[in-house]
């Protein structure tokens, strides 16, 4: 039982890693691109998480790159929730390798 924990551990923290890495590398692609094309664009944490705010507010100014700062922003999202989510289950899983008998193990 502790080693297929452990596994899972391992698997879960090497998933995290690789999600994160290649949504990092999306995300810098996309920044690149957006630099390139010197569109400064000032994001705040309500712009990221608030759909209506990042419509109002930043995309009328770049109207030309709209797509791209849409797909930017949904990259930072779903990076951010695979991580929570990642991080959530690792906490979990050495929560019960840790303490074996609050989950029913020997």
């Given amino acids: 039982m502790t080693n297929t924990l452990l596994t899972l551990v391992l698997i879960t923290f090497v998933g995290m890693l690789f999600i994160n890495v290649y949504f ?13 094309d010197n569109v400064e664009i000032d994001l705040k944490p309500a712009h990221l998480f608030n759909r209506e705010k990042l419509e109002a507010e930043i995309l009328p100014r770049h109207p030309k790159h709209a797509e791209d700062i849409r797909t930017f922003v949904n990259n930072i999202r779903f990076s951010v929730r695979m991580a929570s989510v990642l ?3 690792i906490t979990l899983f050495a929560a019960i390798l840790m303490y074996p008998y609050f989950f029913g193990s020997d």
Avoid: F, G, S
């Avoid at 990092?24 to 390139?36: A, E, G, M, N």
């Fill in 87 to 89: 991080i959530a289950l």
């Fill in 24 to 36: 990092r590398l999306k995300v810098i692609k996309i920044y690149r691109k957006l630099r390139k």
